[in-house]
């Protein structure tokens, strides 16, 4: 019985083994494309991969609509919570800028920069060496009465030796 079984067994493997090979051989190779543009490749942080430690965004704006207030809103994702922001008062009064994250209503900050002048602001200098919380952000300029004009650069990292 045991044998019977066993060449059965041998048998079965020997025509599946046949099967696929002659499935496999008529069938031919999809020919290749040669790419030019460059392949973005993403990875997913859910199975344990470290995503590159690189900067996530770098941004820059205009903050001039006419009005005494301008709002810039932008968002920092998981593993970049390093943020350094170059703001320009480009008016001739003074402005003030507040930096809230939209969730919590937290203030990192509310500073004037006067008339013509410029102020870079680095989280790991400011009292936040782990990072900032992701989520929203809006900056805030107030002109006091008078028209905002000014420009604000942005940056993202996951690590503070990124944003010199």
Same mark, same amino acid.
């Given at each position: 019985m045991k044998k019977t079984v066993y060449l059965?067994? #041998?048998a079965a493997a020997a025509i599946l083994?046949?099967?696929?090979?002659v499935g496999a051989s008529s069938h031919s190779a999809p020919e290749l494309e040669t790419v030019t543009a460059p392949i973005q490749?993403?990875?997913s942080s859910d199975k344990g991969v470290m995503p590159p430690l690189a900067v996530d965004k770098t941004w820059s704006d205009?903050?001039?609509?006419?009005t005494g207030t301008v709002v810039h809103s932008f968002s920092i994702n998981p593993n970049y919570g390093h943020l350094k922001l170059t703001i320009e008062n480009l008016s001739g009064h003074p402005v003030t800028v507040n930096l809230e994250h939209t969730l919590t209503d937290r203030q990192y900050f509310s500073i004037t920069i006067a008339a013509h002048s410029s102020y870079t602001w680095k989280n790991f200098e400011q009292g936040y060496p782990q990072?900032?919380?992701t989520g929203?952000?809006? #900056?805030?300029w107030n002109g006091g009465g008078?028209?905002?004009?000014?420009?604000?650069?942005?940056?993202?990292?996951s690590q503070t030796?990124? #944003?010199p």
């Open positions: 059965a067994v #041998l083994t046949a099967a696929i090979a490749v993403t990875t205009v903050a001039n609509n006419g990072g900032m919380r929203d952000y809006k #900056l805030t008078y028209a905002v004009n000014g420009t604000v650069g942005g940056k993202l990292a030796t990124e #944003l």
